[in-house]
């Protein structure tokens, strides 16, 4: 046979799908770098109370004070001072499509928002660099009580709620990335559902860097009342540039009693993007939180889906899918906290890597002594495409309680001669039977998604032929 | 139709095959036996075009083309087939989408969803395969036979020119041979598919009746001919078949 070289190429066309930018036209700017002029001149654009400016300046302090970690990635050349922290693309945020300007109109209806918005979802927020510049909800969930807003239109709204949960969860002094989230922080969701309300339809929120050298500090607030349900899903995707671009988000989400909350997030952002983010979720009791994260973006992502399980029965889960090209490390994971007895968990977690891109597994399961008959599952598998790439496998386990119940499965696979040449002997190509074996490894978790990203996402498993056809 | 001529085959620079001739025209059956390690899988897997095997001399012509230039893919839908002794289980892969994609680059055409599946049933009813089966994926924890019934299923849905059967019979039981021998001789009947059973035992030429009958020993073909000569196998043994 022709000894071809075929490999598969997530994202082989990004360029023009996602990689356009629009001129930048900014109403208003801060300078470059950080200091605390600029944290208060934020606090002081978006006129806030004095309470969260405080908040922003504590944990400018505790980022200042924080060493960069070096447990993960490669962080070193991240240049906080080349960053620009704070973008205010336009006046205010608009609820009418035809009010967005027009770049920033093109630029969503470019990436296929607002038209599946009509079709799928029951509320949308569109941001653009530092702020939300869209927000609809339909009007029958605006009549249940249902909240779905730009964080920072919901502060001025409902500035109780933020004092009893904002920085509860994820604490600025978290980590470094927590603290320079909430230094800076700007837009993000604010979501409430009421006790019992039911939201069959998903909330979706759009998150696009244009900026050059853009720092986007979006923060999610999310509280799901008693006995309620709703998911959530989050798009993310930015311009090509050389310079490097830093998003770093922090979402909490409180999942009351009863209730329970999905919240999904396809992650595309450009390879010169630090995707570093610390996403967590406390349940109560016989609450259930989902986390689907999807890595297929970022020159690095470090991510880690948390779920504290502080009521009894509460049952937390993460599906995470990575895929690691050329210059890129996802290290992603999750972590499980089971705090009180009879708490369930499950991580399944599937990365690809190919081109010499990296992926790495990173996961926590604390099982503390309070937490009588805890049950956990943990499957990590990777699926490495050629010899130039790598996955690594970081499980930590603490278990402080004898009745825990807890699995964990690892494997590590190539793709196999003797299933390509399965493959190929019913008349597909090599790349076409590439395609098939990592589109069938990733299928329990894109029959997760919702649809629209489901074929998003088994489009951009896109095929590219390399080296010569013999 | 195929044409084997002189072929000597190697794996890791070790003579498997060592000067194969075979010529199965349109609708012939021809049953080829031998004990273990006479170099019949090998001849079926560099057949089909396995990469590991390598062929250091002869010749193998297919409808009048030079199948030894054909990567696997191509001698799939030029009308070779090969139902492996050992298929590989394919995660993630749903069963009828699989053969959907594989019929409509085999005809040609395309064949949408609904369509592709009364089509697939109709062949699964001939095979006893449940329905279910469809939405399953591709060999994944299934049995022995279950595997043998989808490679059958696969050669149904494919309807090739030529079809190798690598002791498709092994692992068997008598009521699942007789459900494959249906399917391999209603092909054979129906769309003139020449097909070569590759065999160790003389049960499975019971219900598909072969026109010729090759014993292979060392790497060789030792003897040639019709049906009785599996008749004599079953009475002496390899053993009586020397080079």
Not at chain 1, 57 to 70: D, G
Not at chain 1, 99 to 111: A, H, S
Not at chain 2, 37 to 55: D, F, N, R, V, W
Not at chain 2, 231 to 239: D, R, V
Request: charged share 25%; net charge neutral.
């Amino acid at each position: 046979m022709t000894n071809q070289k075929q490999k598969i190429n997530i994202n082989a066309n990004y360029k023009t799908k996602y990689g356009f930018n629009v001129a930048e036209n900014y109403v208003y700017k801060t300078e470059k770098g950080l200091n605390e002029e600029v944290v208060k001149k934020i606090s002081e654009m978006k006129d806030e109370p004095k309470w969260m400016r405080d908040f922003r300046l504590r944990a400018y302090k505790i980022f200042k004070e924080k060493p960069m970690p070096t447990w993960g990635g490669d962080l070193s050349k991240i240049d906080f001072d080349n960053i620009f922290y704070y973008l205010k693309p336009t006046d205010n945020q608009k609820r009418d499509w035809e009010d967005v300007p027009i770049e920033m109109k093109e630029t969503f209806e470019k990436l296929g928002i607002p038209q599946a918005e009509r079709q799928h979802l029951a509320g949308v927020k569109a941001q653009f660099d530092s702020e939300v510049i869209y927000g609809s909800l339909l009007k029958e969930l605006e009549d249940e009580g249902i909240i779905f807003l730009g964080t920072d239109e919901a502060l001025k709204k409902y500035p109780e709620i933020f004092e009893e949960y904002f920085g509860k969860l994820v604490p600025p002094s978290d980590n470094k990335f927590s603290a320079l989230n909430s230094a800076v922080w700007s837009g993000g969701s604010f979501v409430y559902i009421p006790k019992g309300a039911h939201v069959k339809r998903p909330l979706q929120a759009y998150f696009r860097i244009n900026a050059q050298n853009m720092g986007q500090f979006e923060r999610t607030l999310i509280i799901a009342d008693e006995g309620s349900y709703a998911s959530y899903v989050e798009g993310c995707s930015a311009p090509i540039y050389s310079a490097d671009s830093l998003h770093s988000a922090v979402v909490e989400v409180f999942v009351k009693k009863g209730a329970r909350f999905k919240y999904t997030t396809i992650q595309n952002w450009s390879n010169d993007v630090y995707n570093l983010v610390t996403k967590r979720a406390k349940v109560e009791e016989d609450g259930v939180m989902e986390w689907v994260d999807g890595n297929l973006g970022s020159r690095l992502t470090q991510k880690y889906p948390s779920c504290y399980l502080v009521g009894e029965r509460a049952h937390g889960e993460v599906l995470s899918i990575a895929y690691g090209g050329k210059g890129q490390h996802q290290d992603a994971g999750g972590k499980i906290f089971h705090i009180s007895p009879n708490t369930t968990s499950s991580i399944i977690s599937k990365s690809v890597s190919a081109f010499g891109g990296r992926t790495s597994y990173r996961g926590l399961i604390y099982v503390s002594p309070s937490a009588k008959n805890a049950k956990s599952r943990v499957e990590c598998d990777a699926l490495i495409l050629d010899a130039e790439s790598r996955s690594d496998t970081f499980p930590t386990m603490k278990i402080d309680e004898s009745s825990a119940n807890i699995e964990h499965e690892a494997t590590v696979s190539k793709i196999g001669e003797e299933k390509l040449f399965y493959l190929m002997s019913r008349g597909l190509t090599e790349t076409e039977a590439m395609s098939l074996i990592v589109s069938g490894f990733i299928e329990p978790i894109v029959k997760e998604l919702p649809l629209e990203y489901a074929v998003e996402l088994n489009r951009l498993i896109e095929l590219e032929m390399e080296g010569s056809v013999g | 139709m195929l044409k084997i001529e002189d072929l000597h085959i190697n794996i890791e620079g070790k003579e498997i095959v060592k000067g194969i001739n075979l010529e199965i025209a349109s609708g012939e059956i021809h049953a080829l036996m031998g004990p273990n390690g006479s170099g019949k899988s090998t001849l079926a897997q560099a057949l089909m075009g396995h990469p590991t095997y390598e062929i250091t001399k002869g010749k193998v012509t297919f409808n009048g083309k030079n199948l030894l230039k054909m990567n696997p893919s191509e001698r799939s839908l030029a009308g070779l087939f090969l139902s492996f002794q050992y298929p590989s289980e394919v995660l993630g892969v749903n069963i009828a989408n699989f053969l959907r994609l594989v019929y409509n680059k085999r005809v040609k055409k395309t064949l949408y969803p609904a369509a592709f599946r009364k089509l697939l049933k109709e062949k699964m009813e001939i095979l006893d395969m449940k329905e279910e089966f469809m939405d399953r994926y591709l060999n994944e924890g299934f049995s022995g036979g279950e595997k043998k019934r989808m490679e059958i299923l696969q050669m149904l849905i494919l309807k090739p020119k030529i079809a190798i059967l690598d002791e498709t019979d092994s692992g068997l039981d008598i009521d699942a041979l007789k459900i494959v021998s249906k399917g391999v001789t209603l092909l054979n009947k129906t769309a003139k598919t020449g097909v070569l059973l590759i065999t160790h035992y003389t049960r499975l030429l019971n219900h598909i009746k072969p026109d010729k009958v090759h014993v292979m020993r060392n790497g060789k073909i030792v003897k040639s001919g019709g049906h009785e000569l599996a008749n004599e196998l079953e009475k002496k043994g390899y053993t009586a078949f020397e080079e």
